[in-house]
């Protein structure tokens, strides 16, 4: 038996655990804490877990190492499909997503709102809450561009890395207003998807009562996305 070991509020996590469906892989979770140690799993706080993939006699760590390796271990349905060129779009909106965008989402409002603020029941750093407002539009005005040459029926490593991002921005109360209209029909699209939808279900069963109140961007940006 295969058995994914995270934290199952990361978005890296839930990454792996959707490649794994979508190719109707079995699987355990081993659910394991960023704030604690873990023998399988390296951790860096407060949220930059090493997601660890067992399969058999192997353990393979970090979410973009494992979905490569399943892609070549069990290549039907691909995560990465097309030409080279398509994969290599795919591969950026992962990255993006990964180093980009994650520090901000899940490791600021995600973590301050939604870790802090209600399953620890501590202060929250409203200084860091601001600064990822302020500098998370351009970064979602450039996602929302991509986004619009991406397929919402095929499910691929690129809806999968922005599903599971925004997931957490859901849950941290963040609200993607007119401005963001080609990045909202996106996501509006792929909550439609039954494989998403069902695992959004299971989440909303066990999680909503830690959702936060929403939270909207800011009308300025501070920083630009960088390729």
């Not at 994914?4 to 839930?14: F, Q």
């Not at 939604?114 to 600064?131: S, Y």
């Not at 970064?139 to 991002?165: F, K, M, N």
């Amino acid at each position: 038996m295969r058995v994914l070991h995270g934290d199952s509020l990361s978005p890296h996590t839930r990454k792996i655990a959707l490649a794994l469906r979508l190719k109707y892989l079995d699987y355990q979770l081993a659910p394991t804490s960023p704030f604690e140690a873990h023998e399988r799993v390296i951790h860096h706080p407060p949220m930059q877990t090493v997601v660890a993939l067992s399969d058999e006699a192997q353990t393979i760590y970090q979410d973009t190492v494992i979905t490569a390796y399943l892609d070549d271990a069990y290549p039907d349905p691909l995560l990465y499909p097309g030409n080279a060129a398509y994969r290599a779009e795919l591969r950026w909106i992962e990255w993006f997503c990964r180093y980009q965008l994650d520090p901000l989402i899940t490791d600021t409002l995600f973590y301050q709102r939604v870790v802090r603020g209600h399953i620890l029941d501590k202060d929250v750093d409203h200084q860091a809450v601001n600064h990822a407002l302020q500098t998370l539009p351009a970064y979602c005005h450039y996602l929302g561009d991509r986004v619009e040459a991406l397929p919402t029926q095929t499910i691929t490593i690129a809806s999968i890395s922005i599903w599971s991002l925004f997931r957490c921005a859901k849950m941290a109360g963040l609200v993607l207003d007119d401005r963001f209209s080609a990045l909202n029909q996106y996501l509006d699209a792929l909550e439609q998807h039954p494989m998403l939808n069902s695992y959004a279900q299971e989440e909303n069963h066990q999680l909503t009562p830690f959702f936060a109140s929403p939270i909207s961007l800011a009308t300025t940006s501070v920083l630009p996305p960088h390729r």
